[in-house]
């Protein structure tokens, strides 16, 4: 009969003040307890001030029942006749007490709303804290938060919070939170915010945290309206260092990779922290030939302009076969930062962990818009290699793309390749290209190219060449080009020995007579 049974505790007759005095328990015990997947504890409270809603506490204590039965146990707490207001101050408490933890794995906590109007979402706070098991038992326990029956509108005012507290702050590391939604239309994925806010812990715990946002059931084209934000707040700015910020995503057809934006934004902490934040984007489960269709945006706002040059965006492969490298493109777009700051970012792009032959084929792309041309002046890239073997240096070609600015802004670019940590004989072995095409060819007479070097033996000069190939363009206008190669801190009979290539092709011979090299 318990699969017949509902308990309901209705209070009446009393003065509403009492509520802050009442707790209801309900125990239950003598029944097998193959039963208790088939009970529904049901609490219904009517005929008070809605204001008292505040003052209750509602605890459902279960003793002398196999610890297996938990996992077949589902708690309903079911409010009506309230205004909604009021959802806003109701506090759900689940204890569990008696029971060998590691059933923490397989109980499943819902919290079911429905008869409220739809714009309460935004007012309910959903608390679950867990106190009284080993801290071990974190690994084990999944908190489910399931909705169903509201607009699809409302997803965007709801928030979770999930505050842990009591437990030892290492066990951060082996606690997971899922988020579970269905029922909804996908379309309102892009109005989801979902926050994981932690207190009460040492800041150092920060480094041990994943959080993990898992999407299913709905339709691959929807990971275009998704924005996954992560926002810390109350920490020390100096535990920035420390975190990071993993997105996993895995079950969407490979080609979906190409919609998803991942953003990260970070607000509230001292500017000079920048210089202290990783993000990593890991990516598995996807065939490698979807490298090339991501493109992840790193997104600042709020911090002073002149922090953009501590910051190092990161992107780290793994797990993917070494020929798709020649397929990645990595994508740094900034926006709503002075023009001025161009000069004090430096991107870097480090790899490590694939066969050095794969360095022939990356291409590193750098596309900047929407700044003054005349900013291009100040930018420097950096492309700093380590870990590979010298001999690799070799195949390594940097390309920079530059569309959409006026010509005459290439004469103020340049471009630095920085070595450092390989063997000096390896200059002989690196060739620097720059390929230049789409741009008028009078602008060919505007444009130096740089190449400084320092820090090398003087030997070394004589085995060094620079490539500068240069195609499709007037014959006339070879004789406005201009290299430069500016070199300091060497013997002056050095310059004898310093070769510099210039490759032309395609044109006709008397041309050459009109090529100066500086």
């Known amino acids: ?68 039965m938990l996992a077949h146990l589902a708690i309903y707490c079911t409010l009506s006749g309230y205004p909604s207001v009021m ?51 974190l690994a084990q326990l999944v908190i489910y938060c399931t909705l169903s029956g509201y607009p699809s509108v409302m997803l965007a005012q709801l928030v979770i919070y999930c505050t842990l507290s009591g437990y030892p702050s290492e066990m951060l590391a082996q606690l997971v939170i899922y988020c579970t939604l269905s029922g909804y239309p996908s379309e309102m994925l892009a109005q ?91 990516l598995s ?34 797990g993917y076969p070494s020929v798709m490298l020649a397929q990645l493109v990595i994508y740094c777009t900034l926006s709503g930062y002075p023009s001025e ?52 240096l070799a195949h390594l070609a940097i390309y920079c793309t530059l569309s959409g600015y006026p010509s005459v802004m290439l004469a103020q670019l340049v471009i630095y390749c920085t070595l450092s940590g390989y063997p000096s004989e390896m200059l002989a072995h690196l060739a620097i290209y720059c390929t230049l095409s789409g741009y008028p060819s009078v602008m060919l007479a505007q444009l130096a190219i740089h190449c400084t070097l320092s820090g090398y033996p003087s030997e070394m000069l004589a085995q060094l060449v620079i490539y500068c190939t240069l195609s499709g363009y007037p014959s006339e206008m070879l004789a406005q080009l201009v290299i430069y190669c500016t070199l300091s801190g060497y013997p002056s009979v050095m310059m004898a020995q310093l070769v510099i290539h210039c490759t032309v092709s395609g044109y006709p011979s008397l041309v050459l007579a009109q090529l100066v090299i500086y």
């Open 285 to 318: 489960d996807y065939p490698s030939e979807m490298l090339a269709h991501l493109a992840i945006y790193c997104t600042l706002s709020d911090y002073p302009s002149e922090m953009l040059a501590h910051l190092a965006i990161y992107c780290t492969l793994s």
């Open 87 to 137: 959802l806003a101050q109701l506090v759900i408490y689940c204890t569990l007490s008696g029971y060998p933890s590691v059933m923490l794995a397989q109980l499943a906590i819902h919290c079911t709303l429905s008869g409220y109007p739809s714009v309460m979402l935004a007012q309910l706070v959903i608390y679950c804290t867990l106190s009284g098991y080993p801290s071990v038992m």
């Open 341 to 392: 700051m161009l000069a004090h970012l430096a991107i870097y792009c480090t790899l490590s962990g694939y066969p050095s032959v794969m360095l022939a084929q990356l291409a590193i792309h750098c596309t900047l818009f929407g700044y003054p041309s005349e900013m291009l002046a100040q930018l420097v890239i950096y492309c700093t290699l380590s870990d590979y073997p010298s001999e690799m």
């Open 192 to 282: 989801l915010v979902i926050y994981c806010t932690l207190s009460g812990y040492p800041s150092e715990m920060l480094a041990h945290l994943v959080i993990y946002c898992t999407l299913s059931g709905y339709p691959s084209e929807m990971l275009a309206h998704l924005a996954i934000y992560c926002t810390l707040s109350g920490y020390p700015s100096e535990m920035l260092a420390h975190l990071a910020i993993y997105c996993t995503l895995s079950g969407y057809p490979s080609e979906m990779l190409a919609h998803l934006v991942i953003y990260c934004t970070l607000s509230g902490y001292p500017s000079v922290m920048l210089a202290h934040l990783v993000i990593y984007c890991t």
């Open 1 to 68: 009969m318990l699969a017949q049974l509902a308990i309901y505790c209705i209070p009446s007759g009393y003065p509403s003040v009492m509520l802050a005095q009442l707790v209801i328990y309900c125990t239950l015990s003598g029944y097998p307890s193959v039963m208790l997947a088939q009970l529904a504890i049901h609490c219904t409270l009517f005929g008070y001030p809605s204001e008292m809603l505040a003052h209750l506490a509602i605890y459902c204590t279960l003793s002398d029942y196999p610890s297996v």
